[in-house]
């Protein structure tokens, strides 16, 4: 069985730990880490098999375990990405925004390859993945539409310079047009939608992005168009929020437990 690490035992932290507790995961959840000891604290004292609390990531990265999942933020990833490749770890990345920065992409791509290491990033909060990576050499362009209650939005850093009141919203606004990109910069917590989107298929800066604030909708919706040489294809998935946080879908965490599953399971790959 594969030894598992975690940084970061928020929501999905959380559900993740809990896959693996469970037997759904077919591995040891061996180390823990979170900036807040007092989340690291509750999540151990939920599990049947206690894993070990360490001080730092430092000691997380250093322990004796074979994959760590990244379930903190983007400064977890670009603060310690590297570090975890370095001390033969594989790494798998739910804050994958963070990878829409060229230098941090080419920091951690240069670490898989120096480290003989391997890199994983979950689908998500979408789906339709395997024909975006099978059409990516196609793809002339991609449009991504997102729409969230005004609620599951609040906190972002657009906020801090935009005029816009979330609590002053009555119908459905588009608060938001750009590029991936800068989309994942200015909502880090919402829109990891538009970045492995944009690293499967055309890159972040030619992956269009909309921002709907929606007091109506009770659901994480992601449209998505892409259209080139291939031909065409349209999704729209309409995402149940996690109860115990609503800018986190309940796919993404479902996502995050297939992945791991597969990494850890049988010889049997389905999908492209």
Do not use: W
Not at 49 to 59: A, E, H, R, Y
Not at 219 to 240: D, P, T
């Amino acid at each position: 069985m594969k030894r598992i690490g975690l940084l970061g035992c928020g929501a999905i932290g959380k559900e993740i730990a809990l896959a693996i507790d469970s037997g759904k995961i077919p591995a040891q959840l061996t180390h823990i880490y979170d900036f807040s000891k007092t989340a690291s604290t509750t999540l151990a004292n939920k599990l049947q098999n206690k894993p070990q609390i360490t001080d730092n990531v430092s000691l997380l990265a250093a322990a004796p375990v074979d994959l760590i999942v990244e379930a903190a933020s983007q400064d977890a990833v670009r603060d310690n990405a590297l570090s975890i490749l370095q001390n033969r770890k594989d790494l798998m990345i739910m804050s994958v925004g963070a990878l829409l920065d060229e230098s941090i992409f080419e920091i951690i791509l240069d670490g898989c390859r120096d480290f003989n290491k391997h890199v994983y990033l979950p689908s998500g909060a979408i789906i339709g993945l395997d024909g975006m990576r099978s059409a990516k050499d196609e793809i002339e362009s991609a449009v991504l539409v997102t729409t969230k209650n005004p609620k599951a939005l609040k906190g972002a850093k657009f906020f801090e310079t935009s005029k816009i009141d979330l609590d002053t919203i009555e119908k459905a606004t588009t608060i938001y047009e750009g590029s991936a990109q800068e989309a994942v910069t200015l909502f880090p917590a919402n829109i990891n939608v538009a970045a492995i989107l944009s690293l499967a298929g055309i890159g972040g800066k030619k992956t269009s992005v909309k921002i709907i604030a929606d007091p109506s909708t009770d659901k994480n919706i992601h449209e998505i168009q892409a259209e080139g040489k291939f031909g065409r294809f349209s999704i729209k998935v309409e995402n149940v929020p996690s109860p115990s946080n609503p800018k986190t879908s309940r796919l993404a965490i479902l996502s995050a437990i297939e992945c791991l599953r597969k990494i850890c399971g049988g010889n049997i790959q389905i999908g492209t």
